[in-house]
């Protein structure tokens, strides 16, 4: 074992109780901004928590306003950039284990951004300490960059980079090992307008369901009125027999409403078929009343055209490619206020289409029912050649520490490797895994959270030394 793998062993339990720490932050970014707190209060308390670690440790650290920071070591003209995120997806409900306590049990820590991607900062920051320990020579700099908005906006990236050089070349641990040199293009779009409520016997008079367009809904739910209540009974009963077909649809309510409840399974934006989306469960269920005018129309459309499908077919976007594969939808948000409604949708589409041409289709499909639609970020599709002296490095660095020769992948999610161009996601979920991201019960076992540290810190000396 060499002295960075006898550092590393020393450290484990010390990886854990950081780790812990940081996942008993609550990081999910809040409206309510202040000073140096541009994300929240709780997002600030995460930055800070890792900077001042950095501190104690002996390493350069920058806090860049609240908006991001980075722990830096090493000398040289050229850095090897690490960009983590210390922000995470709500909770949601259902979870054996409270998400923010940190629990361990089985050999793994349970809670929110234990894979995505506390546990693989906390991997990162562990093996660079093993580095530093050790005295290992470096021709580089090495620098970790903390992003506090990665789940959201990508800010955090944008007011980082105005104030700090990007590194030559580096790599995120918030994806998949053997190594990802591809990526999807992600475009999120934003459905508004307003839809009266005509002249339908029955009313949409809410409607909710999602917490983030990036994932998939888990929860929605509508409230219907009646301009005539001797219709309610009939509705419940074409509701209950939709209900029985599609499943996952509870109907409660008395006097002249009646809600209609519709659950589901979240899981990442990007990985669709992994969930069941309980906004298309809704609207399907809806669309069974059959009605017309009004929003009624608009219902059709999201049953119709969409539903529990996710490949855009029905919105005529669907689109694929050898390598990148196909594009992937995700309906992940709606919201009725008044006559005004929203619904958000996000899409990871492959490089045989651009982002234009699915807006155009977006838009000319949706205005047939009076909605505008609006980008509200894109990024193009990510590409960095497998024959690079990055991408080569870290496989030779992953097949040496696991045995495992698996080729590099495309994937339709999007990682903080877009920010700095040549930048690879590498790690930190090994093949066979589940997918946890975004999902309730989320966890990283301590046993791939020691490997990850191990395969970063031989990564990091191997790109820097």
Not at 36 to 53: D, I, M, Q
Not at 219 to 224: C, I
Not at 226 to 238: C, I
Not at 286 to 294: A, K, M, R
Request: with cysteine.
């Amino acid at each position: 074992m060499s002295g960075i793998e006898q550092r590393l062993k020393a450290t484990e339990g010390a990886m854990v109780d950081f780790l812990q720490k940081l996942i008993q932050i609550p990081s999910v970014r809040a409206e309510a901004a202040g000073p140096g707190a541009p994300f929240g209060e709780n997002l600030r308390k995460a930055l800070e928590t890792v900077l001042a670690w950095g501190e104690q440790e002996g390493f350069r650290t920058r806090n860049v306003r609240g908006y991001a920071g980075h722990i830096e070591y090493g000398e040289g003209d050229a850095t090897v950039g690490v960009l983590v995120h210390l922000d995470v997806v709500p909770a949601g409900e259902g979870w054996t284990y409270p998400p923010f306590a940190a629990v361990i049990e089985d050999g793994r820590i349970y809670g929110r951004g234990a894979v995505d991607d506390k546990g693989p900062t906390a991997a990162v920051l562990f093996a660079l300490k093993a580095l530093k320990d050790q005295g290992v020579p470096l021709r580089r700099k090495i620098r970790v960059i903390f992003g506090c908005d990665e789940e959201s906006n990508w800010e955090c990236m944008e007011e980082y980079f105005k104030v700090e050089p990007r590194p030559a070349m580096g790599f995120t641990p918030d994806a998949d090992f053997p190594l990802v040199y591809s990526e999807k293009g992600m475009l999120a779009v934003a459905l508004t307008g307003s839809l009266p409520a005509g002249d339908a016997p029955v009313c949409l008079e809410a409607v909710t369901g999602g917490m983030r367009r990036n994932i998939v809904p888990e929860y929605a739910e509508a409230v219907l009125g009646f301009t005539d209540p001797s219709l309610r009974e009939s509705v419940r009963q074409k509701l209950q027999a939709a209900g029985e077909e599609i499943g996952h649809i509870q109907l409660e309510g008395a006097g002249d409403t009646l809600k209609i409840k519709a659950t589901g399974r979240a899981a990442h934006a990007s990985q669709p078929q992994l969930g069941e989306n309980a906004i298309g469960r809704l609207v399907l269920a809806l669309n069974s009343l059959e009605l017309s005018g009004g929003p009624w129309e608009f219902i059709r459309l999201l049953a119709e055209d969409i539903g529990l499908t996710y490949d855009g077919s029905g919105l005529n976007i669907a689109a694929n490619h050898p390598t990148a594969g196909p594009l992937t939808l995700n309906l992940g948000r709606i919201r009725k206020t008044d006559d005004e409604y929203l619904v958000e949708l996000d899409l990871r589409y492959p490089p045989s289409v651009t982002g234009d041409e699915l807006l155009g289709r977006l838009r000319e499909r949706f205005a047939v029912v009076g909605l505008a639609v609006r980008e509200q970020k894109h990024m193009p599709p990510h590409y960095v050649d497998p024959e690079h002296e990055l991408v080569a490095t870290l496989l030779e660095t992953y097949r040496q520490l696991t045995g495992d020769n698996r080729p590099p992948l495309a994937i339709g999610g999007r990682t903080y490797a877009t920010t700095l161009g040549t930048a690879v996601a590498f790690g930190p979920n090994f093949p066979g895994r589940s997918e946890l991201a975004h999902q309730k019960d989320e966890y990283i076992s301590l046993a791939d959270l020691a490997i990850c540290a191990r395969i970063y810190a031989r990564a990091l000396a191997t790109l820097a030394g």
